[in-house]
């Protein structure tokens, strides 16, 4: 049984469905869209940006290994 858990996004603008894309940047921290399991941590992101604080949250079931 695999558990659903809720992750969150910090930003100034909702994003209801994000897009997952592929790109040629792998280094860490580089272009991506970041989530974390902690509203709290979202919610300083979403600080940090100019405009609104708007943190999105998430309903995600982990995929096998």
């Known amino acids: 049984m ?3 858990i809720i992750i969150y996004h ?3 603008v909702e994003v209801s469905r994000p897009r997952i894309l ?3 940047f792998y280094k860490d921290f580089g ?3 970041y989530c974390t399991n902690f509203e709290k ?3 300083c992101c979403a600080m940090s940006r100019k ?3 708007v943190v999105n949250y998430y309903k995600y079931k ?3 290994s």
């Open 31 to 33: 272009c991506g869209f």
């Open 41 to 43: 941590q979202a919610k």
């Open 51 to 53: 405009g609104k604080t």
């Open 10 to 12: 910090g930003s100034n």
């Open 22 to 24: 592929q790109n040629e």
């Open 2 to 4: 695999r558990m659903e």
């Open 62 to 64: 982990p995929g096998k």
